[in-house]
């Protein structure tokens, strides 16, 4: 079972083996025990997580969901109120273990439509972004990656492969990128940027290049580098898209060229972030 914890405290997901420095205190007969044991015994065995010091409410939660219920909620009884606003706020005021898809970064499916165009609206109406028809969102929707939490969608990201461009560098386009203003400066859209990038690399792309007509101060503070007007540039992008470029916007190009990762492996998407 995969636990998701909404608010953490510091466990691990799954207890682990003691080491004879932390179980000193345990008999031989319990570490002979728990050495028998396979990891799905381990898990749910309360014995196990009290000798590791964690606390008994949290241990308990998680053999909960780990048993077959969806979500454990832990709440502080001085809390005025705090039972109705943890179950009736999007966000509660205690702590929440779930086994559920609670929080997490994913491809789009066609239930995110609506929530990916709520997303859009603004910036199509402030011409930050080009507005799209419901019939060209719904065919662009497998190219689409969305932070969902708790049904609703919070970020989305558009990643459209291009095609080689004429230096010979496997191209894609991002756009479309956006996280609810409510949960900007959480770190979500650098959680969202790490798992397209490690999508891209999956596919062998090897350059990142964005299209915009405001600043791109963000984009720059991770990599991306500004390339001029993107219907005047050269070499950077495959013909057949920079001829679609109306110039009339004065889009500007930035790129990022993606390199391997630290360990040469091209991870699955969400390998190596928190959601």
Known sequence: ???????????????????PSTASHLTPQQLKRFSSMKKEELVVNLDLWTAQGFPTAVSTCVIACSKGIRRAHLLDARSDGGLLLEL???????????????????????????GIQQLLEPLERDGILVRRSREALIEL????????????????????ELGKSPDGASVAELGAFCVDQEFRGTGRGDS???????GARQNNIK??????????????????????????????????????????????????????????????PGKRIGF
Request: hydrophobic share 40%; aromatic share 10%; net charge positive.
């Open 141 to 160: 929707l497998p190219n689409f990656t969305v932070i969902e939490r708790d049904n609703r969608i919070l970020g989305c990201a558009l990643l459209l």
């Open 192 to 198: 969202l940027l790490d798992y397209v990038e490690q």
């Open 207 to 268: 350059r990142l290049v964005l299209l915009t007509t405001r600043t791109a101060d963000w984009f720059e503070q991770r990599d991306f580098r500004w390339n001029g007007a993107a219907y005047a540039s050269t070499g950077l992008l495959p013909e057949p898209r920079r001829a679609k470029i109306d110039s009339a916007r004065n889009s500007q190009l930035y790129v990022k060229e993606l390199a391997a990762t630290e360990d040469g492996a091209n991870l699955a």
């Open 88 to 114: 009736y706020c999007r966000d509660g005021v205690g702590t929440m273990i779930s086994a559920d898809f609670y929080e997490g970064i994913r491809r789009a499916r066609y239930a995110d439509l609506y």
């Open 1 to 19: 079972t995969t636990l998701h914890l909404r608010r953490p405290p510091p466990i691990p997901t799954i207890p682990t083996m003691p080491k």
